[in-house]
């Protein structure tokens, strides 16, 4: 029996060892089937993604032909390997963020080059011994300013990376300089495969199916009110049910539920907002969008959009209360609290679709207005409203919701100033079309008849009738007019 225990305590491990092993194939092949999957729903999230991929092999391609091509081998040398360099650090998702990149790199090392030679030449007049001194003493002094200049924000924002690449090749440069003589040929041919490979990467950017942050970051903008849109038309209809279907809308459905969170996605965009605004400015006029772009209006936007949605975070904390609470003060305030909330949501729509289609956000004043009268119908019923022998406590909270609407409806005017501002800055089309005729009918074809008169012959026993019609190529109205002729015997 000892003998049999000791056998299977030896073949325990080994049958678990051989059974892992059976399963191996079943794991592999679980672990491809998952990566096809998360590569397939990437592609399909945003197609640019794959298309940005093929990009970056074809610049990479291109810029191999300095080593694969024995001419071009044989100019550049070893220092073709700073293209290829180039562009994988280079090469960015968005044409604003590859400019930025390869302009920043670019001036960093043709600066930072003609310092280093100039670093060099002048710590050879010192002699042999001083030379590394002070060639060690430039490096110190500048790569500290140089650092200290990335704590401020206005360079860290747009040039920190060109002062990194800054630092880097002064010191490249400077000390390498001290044991090649032909310091200049170097400096040459590293500046010349840099330009080479940042070119490539700005030209295969811009050329080959751009993707412009500017145009992301509009659309971003107007994704973001739209959403916040949505949460208000959703709370007012939950919060405020009709009385006859109170029993009905006490719990929200699950799409109801979905729509009300759509706000959150809001609060967490700040970096994504100035990132693509800060690569935005980098990028030249495209599309519908201009040279100088009023990029930082849409920061703007932004933050009042990000004020609105913490104010309506703090309103979903009411959505789950107790709808039954104090029935009667929450019906009193019902029909002006919905109307904020419907005005106020059919003018974030409004301003949504006014950044779209880039056209003049008249549309949404009159709901502003309308939400604006609305807060003054609140007003008007709270003070009518006789808190005798009511219960504070259940009214306190829907008197918060009340409060935290008019700041919601205060606030989406203030966005509609900022987009009514954005407008005018980059000169929105006006969202009124005037009729105009076709070029390519003729002029004959179109009815102008200016005034004309019908008068029916009558006997005098019936009424007469007199149709004016003036119709033009800009107004059609047409004037009936009836009288009764005079009686006999009167004037």
Known sequence: MEIE????????????????????????????????????KLGQDDPRRVMHSLKVGLALTLVSLLYY?????????VSGMWAVLTVVVVFEFTVG???????????????????????????RLFGAKGEPIVLGLLVFLLAAASSFTRFIPRIKARYDYGVLIFILTFSLVSVTGYRVDKILELANERLTTIGI?????????????????????HKLVASNIERLASCLEGFGGEYFPDPEDHEG????????????????????????????????RWEPGHGRFHFRHPWKQ???????????????DALNGYINSDLRAAME????????????????????????????????????????????????????VLKA??????????????????SILTEITKCVENIYESVHELSCLAEFKSASVESTVSPEKPQAQVLVLHCGSIKPVLDGHNDHVIITVHVTNEEYSLQTEFSQPPKPGQS
């Open 97 to 123: 963020a590859t400019l930025s990149k390869g302009l920043n790199r670019a001036c960093a090392t043709l600066s930072a080059g003609a310092l280093g030679c100039g670093a060099h030449h002048l710590a």
């Open 5 to 40: 225990s000791a056998t299977q305590e030896k073949a325990g491990p080994l049958a678990l060892a051989w059974d892992w092993v059976k399963t191996l194939p079943l794991i592999f092949k679980n672990i491809a089937v998952n990566l096809v999957r998360t590569t397939k």
């Open 197 to 217: 490979g940042g070119a490539t990467c700005i030209i295969v950017s811009i050329c080959v199916c751009p993707v412009w942050a500017g145009e992301d970051l």
């Open 249 to 280: 809308n006490i719990m929200a459905s699950k799409d109801d539920k979905a729509l009300l969170q759509g706000y959150k996605s809001v609060l967490n965009l700040k970096n994504t907002e100035e990132s693509l605004a800060n690569f935005a």
């Open 69 to 77: 091509w024995r001419p071009l081998y044989n100019g550049f040398g």
């Open 385 to 402: 409203v006789s808190l005798e022998n009511a219960d504070l406590l259940a009214i306190i909270p829907i008197a918060l919701v009340a």
């Open 329 to 380: 003060f929450r019906n009193k305030i019902r029909k002006p609290s919905k109307k904020m909330c419907s005005e106020a949501s059919k003018a974030l729509k409004a301003l949504a679709l006014s950044i779209k289609t880039m056209t003049d956000p008249s549309a949404a004043k009159s709901h502003v207005e309308n939400s604006r009268t609305a807060i003054d119908e609140l007003e008007l």
């Open 298 to 312: 849409y920061l703007k936007i932004g933050v009042l959009a990000r004020q609105c949605a913490y104010r309506i």
